[in-house]
């Protein structure tokens, strides 16, 4: 049975997202340019973290036609799952990144900063539900793949590949 109040962290933290993006049109400053390039990159990355799973879980999660990505009824270990436990959860500390590197502004800055552990909190309670959900095999799956650190995740990825070559 879902409770309110495990939605509080994570409502806080999109309504903060949401108002560094508003912020990021009345009060952004360029201070360094190079900054600036570098959160539109972060921000593309963080699209992929948060657009993927709707086309993964929908093709391989075993979603019954017609139901939203989010009901899945497989363990989905592929494509950028492969490289974290949770990509959507990984999407938006990442944007509130990008808008404090793109905005360069500290009513921005702070914005993210409170935002950023308000989605931890979620993060954690997201591997309970899914060992909750998918049983032993999450719990596997959790041994091998990060919960959010896609460089880990990545590098492991590739150390794989490399096994398999040699």
Known sequence: MHNWKNYI???LAG???????????FISKTYIPSLRYVGYAIWALSAY???????IF????????????LHTTKLVDTGVYAIVRHSQYVAL?????????VGQNLIIAILGIV???????DIQKADKTCLKKFG??????MKRVPRINFVLG????????DNVRT
Do not use: C, H
Request: hydrophobic share 50%; no cysteine.
């Open 136 to 141: 032993e095999i999450y719990n596997d799956y």
């Open 93 to 101: 500390p990442l944007l509130n990144i990008a808008f404090i590197l």
């Open 115 to 121: 935002a950023i552990p308000l989605m931890l909190i």
């Open 154 to 161: 990545i590098i492991r990825v590739l150390s794989k590949k």
């Open 9 to 11: 962290p994570s409502s």
């Open 15 to 25: 309504l903060l997202t949401l108002t560094q993006f508003i912020l990021l049109f």
């Open 49 to 55: 973290f948060g657009w993927a799973p709707m086309v």
């Open 58 to 69: 929908k093709k391989k999660g075993g979603v019954t036609k017609g139901r939203s990505y």
